[in-house]
């Protein structure tokens, strides 16, 4: 049977017709009364179907009952101060109205307070939370009934209204024990959670705790656009959102149900409905183990979307539009007119710096981010932490017992004492946005240097006494804004790395996808070492040193810089009548300031999460500044597949 159509204006020759068919009706209420038990009874639509069908498992729901339960009717009369034979009068002449409106309404909206003060009694809420079916939908289960409904305290954190008390309602299968929740079902077979398709209203962050949708995607959009982490939204909601009043109405089912937001409900929230998203644009259902923490849970789901990312790109990896690329009108060889495209990128490094192994160059997780080595060079961390050294660490020392090295340690262990050493901390983290608003946190991954000439020569002796971390990102970005990858560098931003991260983007996968320009601020060293190793990158695209760089920071004396790589030797990137220039070619340096606010809020974080969240961030920047490019009359925009453009 189809669903009704849903429609919340009823017209005035449907109302007078079913007036008519109900004298009686007439005479015993007000129009005002019919509305307010119209919106009433809508709002609770969902109840009158739970109970009905715990009291007629034949019963179908896509058709109203015949009759109202009592608790309905005994609950609509308490807070309309309207006869219980009124309002069973008025579903009788309206009942097919109210199935056929929207469950939200102006009367509902006024009717909170009463769901508070009286619904939970009942345990009748406005914003209790359904699984999309009433059916059980698994292909070989017998079961042609309902399913059978069991109502559960939770903690709804809303856009509107704060954290409110309410009921998720969990749908159970007789037949093959299929469990329906709001966002996901769980089979006795399988012990796994599988989502629904699509997104739902509201997503279950943790046991009991639930998200509106809409308000994750504000924690999303504040965190892309105004670098807001998640412990300073979660402060902001409970200064601006919470009212002890509504929370002080919870009855005892709520006990122990924490009505404060945490940092875990905010990321919670945020990497489920980005998995969310993701498999919704890829048409695919998430699935995730039904045992363990929260955080465990999504693990290996983060993990299958990083790898994705990582040998696939970005979404946008085949942008073209005006800003980055050019179609230039030429004779070629034979004299006959061609279009060359000229299409540009433009690559530079950030550091924002995670917890990594001790180890150099070594880009295997950590076990936790307090840890200092992986897995796999855990017996390392036993050794003295002077760089070089391969002796033993001393008990109660993290070095060995030679004169100088166990200075270093001493020396770092009276200036971590000194005020002046928490000024340097800060100054360090070059922290310009903090995670947390109320607790700025300096933290110690010292490289602590000895200030006085060792006796055994010139060489400076080092020490890292905290945690390693990585050493920057490296991004691509487009001229126009678009970023198109991103790498991180665990070493030094070497040469040898730039180079394979090129051919990684590109040779190796998306060979089509070349640029046919890339800027980078040490090209003339990229440029030298690919000559060295007799690379053929160096004739099939243009390196360009960046602009201001060129003029302030390069030796126009050498080769590289002035001939190979000056931006002025390049007709196609100068501007129309050859003044100006064509491509923005500072455009990953003002990227980076955009990267650089998440400094604090990503420095702690394990490196799968570290991953995805910068990902997401990149992707959801990229939506935006394409919608922005989209708006710009004129701009040809567009997708390169198979080396041609589609627009």
Request: with cysteine; proline share 4%.
């Amino acid at each position: 049977m189809a669903a009704p159509v849903v429609r919340d204006v009823l017209s005035l020759g449907e109302l007078i017709e079913r007036l008519q068919k109900s004298p009686d009706l007439i005479k015993s209420t007000g129009f005002n009364q019919c509305c307010a038990v119209v919106d009433a009874t809508s709002a609770l639509k969902q109840q009158i179907i739970g109970q009905e069908l715990r009291r007629n498992h034949n019963y179908d729901p896509t058709g109203p009952p015949n009759r109202l339960s009592t608790d309905i009717i005994v609950f609509v009369s308490s807070q309309l101060g309207i006869k219980s034979n009124v309002i069973t009068k008025i579903w009788d002449a309206f009942r097919e109205v109210i199935w056929s409106r929207s469950e939200y309404s102006l009367t509902a909206e006024r009717l909170r307070d009463s769901f508070r003060a009286a619904g939970f009694s009942r345990k009748l809420s406005e914003l209790t939370l359904y699984p999309p079916n009433r059916c059980c939908i698994q292909q070989d289960c017998p079961n042609e009934h309902h399913l059978l409904e069991e109502l559960h305290p939770i903690v709804l954190f809303t856009f509107n209204d704060g954290p409110r008390a309410t009921y998720e309602a969990v749908l159970t299968c007789n037949a093959c024990k299929t469990m329906y929740y709001h966002n996901y079902f769980t089979t006795r077979a399988e012990k796994s959670r599988t989502y629904y398709s699509g997104v739902p209203e509201a997503i279950e962050t943790t046991k009991h705790h639930f998200f509106e949708t809409n308000l994750a995607r504000l924690f999303v959009n504040l965190l892309v656009m105004s670098w807001t982490s998640a412990t300073n939204f979660a402060r902001v909601y409970e200064l601006s959102m919470t009212d002890t009043e509504v929370i002080d109405a919870a009855s005892n089912d709520w006990q122990g149900r924490s009505f404060r937001m945490t940092t875990d409900n905010v990321w919670n929230a945020f990497f489920i409905l980005a998995l969310l998203e993701d498999h919704q644009l890829r048409d695919s259902v998430l699935i995730v183990p039904n045992e363990g923490s929260q955080p465990l849970r999504f693990q290996e789901a983060i993990a299958e979307r990083n790898y994705r990312i990582r040998t696939h790109g970005q979404v946008e990896k085949s942008h073209f539009c005006d800003k980055c690329c050019r179609w230039i009108e030429e004779n070629d060889r034979a004299g006959e007119r061609k279009v060359r495209k000229v299409h540009a990128l433009v690559i530079d490094g950030i550091t924002l710096g995670r917890p990594c192994c001790s180890a150099a160059n070594c880009a295997s997780p950590l076990p936790t981010t307090r840890h200092h080595f992986c897995a796999q060079h855990a017996s390392m961390k036993n050794d003295c932490c002077v760089e070089g050294c391969n002796s033993k660490a001393e008990v109660s020392w993290n070095t060995c017992s030679l004169e100088s090295h166990r200075n270093l340690e001493k020396t770092h262990r009276q200036r971590n004492t000194a005020m002046f050493q928490l000024k340097a901390k800060l100054q360090r983290a070059a922290v310009s946005v903090p995670d947390d608003a109320l607790d700025p946190e300096a933290t110690s991954d010292d490289v602590e240097e000895c200030p006085e000439k060792p006796e055994d020569g010139n060489v400076k002796i080092k020490a890292r006494f905290g945690r390693r971390r990585t050493h920057n990102e490296q991004i691509m970005v487009r001229p126009c804004g678009i970023i198109v990858a991103r790498k991180t560098f665990f070493g030094a931003e070497s040469l040898t790395e730039h180079r394979a991260m090129i051919k990684e983007e590109f040779e190796e996968r998306d060979e089509d996808l070349m640029p046919d320009v890339i800027f980078y601020d040490n090209n003339c060293r990229l440029y030298r070492h690919l000559r060295h190793n007799n690379d053929d990158l160096i004739h099939r695209v243009c390196l360009p040193v960046d602009v201001f760089h060129w003029m302030c920071k390069h030796k126009k004396t050498d080769i590289e810089c002035s001939e190979h790589c000056n931006p002025w030797k390049f007709s196609e990137l100068r501007g129309e009548a050859g003044i100006g220039w064509y491509f923005n070619s500072s455009a990953a340096e003002q990227t980076n300031v955009w990267l650089g606010g998440y400094h604090s809020i990503l420095r702690e974080m394990r490196a799968d999460r570290y991953d995805f969240v910068l990902d997401e961030l990149i992707y959801r920047r990229n939506r935006i500044a394409l919608a922005k490019l989209e708006e710009d009359i004129g701009l040809r925009v567009g997708h390169f597949r198979d080396g041609r453009d589609e627009q």
